[in-house]
């Protein structure tokens, strides 16, 4: 007479029970959009739109909670559930150049240098740093080479390639950072010059 084994299901049971809570932990990981701000922190939520500018969305944890928003300027990337992602990078803006006259783009090219224009450091700092090792007569030698030279125009720092094609503007911004260059060339020269008659006094005074 055949004998029937029964197989014991208790651990087939346990396996089960096991992949099954793993299989739904994998699901609540996935069932939540991620969105990574600038400041690389990811906020858990369920996203309800996104618009031109921003994105709704309700916190993970609440569902039920109040709806929030985000500027789209201020978000890097939103991993959705589905496993999809949206990027999103900053559009560059166009500058666009209005029609001036001659005078307007002149004029323009000064104020542009006299806020953008600091190429004159290094011409600055050599007339200071010779006028006070050596002598503000030696510190004459940088301070007039320097001064009497034109900005490079890798040093330039000018806002807008495009204008700078543009004759009138390039003459009113190079003109400027020129003048603003000498001005602190011959300041740096004069604070030189000070400190060492200073120094001079006091060593004849006998301090």
Do not use: H
């Not at 014991?8 to 996935?30: D, E, G, R």
């Not at 916190?59 to 500027?71: V, Y």
């Not at 503000?136 to 390639?161: F, H, W």
């Amino acid at each position: 007479m055949t004998q029937i084994k029964f197989i014991n299901m208790q651990p087939i049971k346990k396996i089960s029970i096991v992949i099954s809570a793993v299989l739904l932990t994998t699901t609540l990981c996935f069932s939540q959009d991620i969105i990574t701000n600038k400041n690389s922190e990811d906020i858990k939520a369920n996203v309800l739109e996104v618009t031109t500018t921003e994105i709704k969305y309700k916190k993970f944890e609440n569902p039920d909670g109040p709806t929030f928003s985000i500027l789209k300027s201020d978000i890097v990337m939103i991993r959705y559930q589905n496993g999809t992602k949206d990027i999103f990078t900053e559009e560059k803006k166009t500058e666009i150049v209005p029609a001036s006259s001659n005078d307007d783009l002149f004029t323009q090219g000064k104020f542009d240098a006299n806020r953008y224009y600091n190429g004159y450091k290094g011409a600055g700092t050599t007339t200071l740093l010779t006028s006070l090792i050596f002598s503000p007569l030696i510190g004459l030698i940088p301070a007039i080479a320097t001064s009497s030279s034109k900005p490079s125009d890798m040093n330039l720092n000018y806002p807008n390639a495009n204008l700078m094609k543009n004759t009138d503007y390039y003459s009113g911004y190079t003109q400027k950072a020129k003048k603003i260059k000498q001005g602190k060339v011959w300041k740096n020269w004069g604070i030189a010059f000070g400190v060492n008659l200073i120094a001079a006094v006091l060593i004849i005074k006998g301090y």
